[in-house]
């Protein structure tokens, strides 16, 4: 592996500098978000109208989750390696592309295949505004900036619900502005960033990067994610087709494990995720997206479905949820930054978000609104205090050179437990609605038959019917966000065993800077005093700590 050219280290940008940058940045996460919730609340219109199946509204959401987890660590090291600003604009332009084709598309298997185009801009934007965003901040001071991270969150999973209602409900807009919409501001960011975003670039002779080890891991979280989605319902648990996906799944796993290990650019660098931190962070993010992902998806179509609420109706009864993840991730944000502790914050959001799902998961079609809002109210500050800032404390221990792979590798591993709780919790949920709505009909002495088409499809069916369906969704969804609450017990786990560490207030740890001082002198012929300057800073600094 060749060493980085020697390079000036840039200005430390000003507050109005790094504001203005930050400006676009969020602008980038607001959209790719977006694209996310606007769609979330508006699927079970978009499924009904294209005759899909609860298998293929997972489906929509699986898929756009699997590309951005396999392209997410792909994004990540391409960050370490070239210009970051350029391969935020490359993202934005791939995930517009998507959202034209998904807004075009005829049938629910052409809206899946766009939504999994998508998913590959989608996981360059979640990696590298993560990236960016520590170039230019030190964790110390990042702790204040993730508040707006956590408002633009808040936003876009408030605003994308009410506006994707609205836009199903407007006829003469109609459900394919969903996609649409996302367009003019990608646009807007695209230009933004252009005149707003400055970023060194660390250039390198030689550059490799790990295209068989990033083939191997897509190729073996795909067969797994696959067999997911499928098992009891298409084959058995216990047939060849479970033999061949899992085996081969499991296989292509370790042929990529065994490629990172050791090639020159690693995708996945080991070295990070053995770290105690990162290792930890990564099993937290794991559990947290399984449990987020794999729950609040289900929450629209519970509202609609379960409740018999429309769309609109349905974004503003998540308004509870995405306050909480507002005001819990501005206020732990400031305290992070104030004492430079991160871990006690994380340990309390994963208890909560625990407490949360564990109410959710109570529910049935007549719970109570009030009961309903405080319990997402919890879930919201759980994952506001939990999610950046399993990030940051990875960011804080890693130097600038590899800030790229270390916040690509927490988000591969949240997109990862996110596709895998999405697929998992919705074959459950397919399951048991299939079985409570066969047991209702035959019941109420109406033909198993009846319902024609697809059960997500309300209004082709007759209005007794409408009542069993309403009422298996309703009941089945409390099941979910149990598991959800079960799963996300291994977050708190993970949390009480991270190191307690101060963050530290520069943006490169001094070892780094030392040793990259070092090269320096070495390419440069500097005199030998440098080097105890540097020394004398790097003390400094952990004095400061």
């Known amino acids: 592996m060749s060493a980085p050219t020697a390079t000036a280290e840039a200005a430390p940008m000003s507050r109005r500098q790094t504001l203005e940058a930050l400006s676009g940045l969020l602008l980038v996460l607001f959209v790719a978000m977006l694209s996310g ?46 210009n970051k600003k350029l391969l935020i604009q490359v993202a934005i332009v791939v995930f517009l592309l998507g959202s034209v084709l998904a807004g075009l598309a005829q049938s629910a298997g052409q809206l899946i295949a766009a939504r999994a185009f998508q998913g590959i801009g989608v996981g360059g934007l979640q990696a590298l505004v993560q990236v960016a965003i520590a170039a230019m901040i030190p964790p110390r001071e990042r702790g204040r900036y993730n508040g707006y991270l956590g408002g633009v969150m808040a936003v876009a999973t408030v605003g994308g619900p009410l506006l994707g209602g609205l836009i199903v409900d407007t006829s003469w807009l109609g459900w394919r502005w969903c996609f649409f919409v996302g367009v003019p501001v990608a646009v807007v960011a695209l230009i933004l960033l252009q005149a707003t975003l400055h970023l060194p670039t660390a250039r390198r002779d030689n550059v490799k990067i790990d295209y068989l080890g990033a083939s191997l891991i897509a190729a073996g979280v795909s067969v797994l994610l696959i067999w997911i989605s499928f098992v009891d319902s298409s084959f058995a648990w216990l047939s060849w ?92 944000g400031r305290m992070i930054t104030r004492s430079g502790r991160v871990k006690p914050y994380i340990v309390a959001g994963s208890i909560i978000l625990v407490a949360g799902f564990a109410l959710l998961g109570t529910i049935d079609h007549e719970t109570p609104l009030l009961l309903l809002g405080a319990a997402m109210f919890v879930v919201g500050v759980g994952v506001g205090m939990t999610m950046q800032n399993l990030v940051l404390a990875v960011q804080n221990t890693v130097p600038l050179r590899d800030i790229g792979a270390a916040s690509s590798s927490v988000a591969f591993f949240r997109s990862l437990g996110g596709t895998i709780g999405v697929s998992v919790l919705g074959a459950i949920l397919a399951r048991r609605v299939s079985e409570r709505i066969t047991h209702d009909l035959a019941a109420a002495g109406i033909p198993t038959g009846s319902g024609g088409g697809s059960t997500l499809n309300l209004e082709a069916l007759p209005a007794p019917v409408q009542h069993i369906v309403r009422a298996a969704y309703g009941d089945a969804t409390g099941h979910i966000f149990f598991i959800s609450a079960a799963i996300a017990v291994v977050g708190i786990i993970a949390a009480l065993l991270l190191k307690p560490v101060l963050l530290r207030s520069s943006l490169d740890l001094p070892d780094a800077a030392r ?25 400094g600094e952990s004095a400061r700590r």
């Not at 440069?524 to 020394?535: C, K």
Request: hydrophobic share 55%; charged share 10%; aromatic share 6%.
């Open 515 to 539: 040793s990259a001082a070092v090269a320096a002198d070495a390419v440069d012929g500097a005199p030998a005093f440098d080097q105890v300057t540097v020394d004398m800073a790097g003390r």
């Open 37 to 82: 919730t606007v769609v979330s609340i508006a699927l079970p219109k978009i499924i009904g109208a294209l005759n899909g199946s609860q298998t293929q509204y997972t489906w929509v959401v699986t898929a756009t989750l699997l590309t951005a987890t396999a392209s997410t660590p792909i994004w990540g090291k391409l960050a370490d390696l070239f």
């Open 241 to 332: 087709q479970t033999a061949a996906m899992v085996g081969g799944g499991l296989l292509l796993l370790a042929l990529a494990t065994w490629v990172e290990s050791r090639a020159a650019e690693p995708v996945v660098p080991l070295k990070i995720v053995r770290e105690r931190t990162t290792a930890l962070a990564i099993l937290g993010s794991l559990a947290v997206g399984m449990a987020m992902f794999g729950g609040s998806v289900f929450l629209g179509q519970y509202f609609q479905i379960g409740r018999g609420y429309s769309p609109t109706e349905a974004g503003l009864l998540t308004i509870p949820m995405m306050a909480g993840v507002l005001l819990s991730s501005i206020v732990a």
